[in-house]
């Protein structure tokens, strides 16, 4: 834990110095005692931060970090749930706007909202940062005071695929020349889903492998869907299934349950691959019923979103084309885990 944390704020450290203007201070986790709040609860204005569905595991995490950084340092905080409808977004957005935030942080719940929720906040000058899904860089270079944080979602679907190519047989479980896959894909209007899929697969057949895909479905980020879908596929397709990927880990715990009950173990007979460095997958990585995972880090995201909403306030203004500031995803295998447990 403590070489992550290292490493985390090692991240953020260096990433400051290139990404987000004129931040006076590295992001800090709340816990850092180096960096506690002089500031009376509230004191510095009010933050509103929208997120797309609270009922989604990845962003739970995401958001209590991201509300414990501001609540550190003196904002006021209040964070809406979306439950997953951009209408109601949007009218959260208008009523944050009404009451005169100083800024907002928005995870949309569609991109292709982005243009009405980019209007909104230029209209108001609001400083917005935008996390978690991307809209394109076009869609963003219409306003100067706004900017986008998150990952490559493209690097995280290679380190899936890499991690398939670690193993001993390099996916190829039953010796037959391909490796036949099935894919368990989140909601596909999102980047990160579609570039996780692309990716993953490209990985393999860049190492020169031939691949199958016996079938795709979209799980919606969503454990039970994960479950539902790897459990039909493995009725229908039993054996032939060598591979499992799921576009995040949530997806994946789903798939784990389904794998189990049909008997199967993986790292023997299947391999199962995530996104996100959930614990509960950590813990599956540690156990061996995960082949890997890949940290989606949320505490460097966040920090990062609070430094990027900070320049903002203290006169950043971005250029098109330079709106969008990412943070690295990290391969996790058996022999790393450790270092992400807490
Ligand atoms: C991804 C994450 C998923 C889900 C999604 C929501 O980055 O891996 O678990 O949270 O964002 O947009």
Not at 25 to 49: M, V
Not at 180 to 189: A, K, L, N, V
Not at 287 to 295: A, P
Request: with cysteine; net charge negative.
């Amino acid at each position: 834990m403590k070489k992550y944390v290292a490493l985390a704020l090692g991240l953020v450290m260096s990433l400051s110095l290139v990404a987000c203007g004129p931040s006076p201070e590295p992001s800090q986790g709340p816990a850092d005692p180096s960096q506690q709040n002089t500031d009376a609860p509230g004191e510095k204005g009010k933050i509103g931060i929208c997120i797309y569905k609270f009922d989604d595991a990845f962003m739970t995490t995401y958001r209590n970090t991201l509300e414990g950084i501001l609540k550190e340092k003196g904002y006021e905080v209040v964070v809406v749930d979306g439950n997953n409808d951009q209408v109601k977004q949007n009218e959260q957005i208008n009523t944050f706007v009404t009451q005169g935030v100083e800024a907002l942080i928005i995870n949309p719940v569609m991109t292709s909202a982005a243009d009405q929720i980019i209007s909104t906040v230029k209209d108001a000058g609001i400083p917005t940062v935008l996390i978690n899904r991307e809209p394109t860089a076009d869609q963003m270079s219409v306003y100067d005071k706004l900017v986008y944080v998150g990952c490559d979602a493209a690097q995280s679907g290679t380190f899936q695929g890499e991690l398939i190519l670690e193993t001993e047989n390099q996916g190829d479980i039953n010796g037959d020349g391909k490796i036949s896959y099935i894919m368990i894909q989140g909601d596909p209007e999102n980047i990160d889903a579609k570039l996780r899929t692309e990716y993953s697969v490209k990985a393999l057949t860049d190492a020169g492998k031939e691949v199958e895909e016996l079938d795709l479905q979209r799980g919606d980020w969503d454990r039970n869907k994960g479950q539902e879908i790897a459990q039909n596929d493995l009725a229908k397709f039993g054996n032939q299934i060598e591979v499992v990927f799921c576009n995040n880990d949530d997806m994946a715990m789903g798939a784990l349950q389904a794998i189990q009950a049909a008997g199967r173990t993986v790292n023997k007979d299947i391999y199962l691959v995530g996104v996100d460095a959930l614990d509960a997958a950590l813990n599956e990585v540690a156990n061996g019923n995960m082949t890997g995972t890949v940290l989606n880090d949320a505490k460097s995201q966040a920090g990062k979103a609070v430094e990027c909403m900070e320049g903002l306030l203290n006169g950043t203004t971005y250029a098109p084309g330079e709106q969008s500031i990412y943070v690295d995803y990290v391969k996790v295998t058996p022999e790393n885990v450790a270092d992400f447990q807490g």
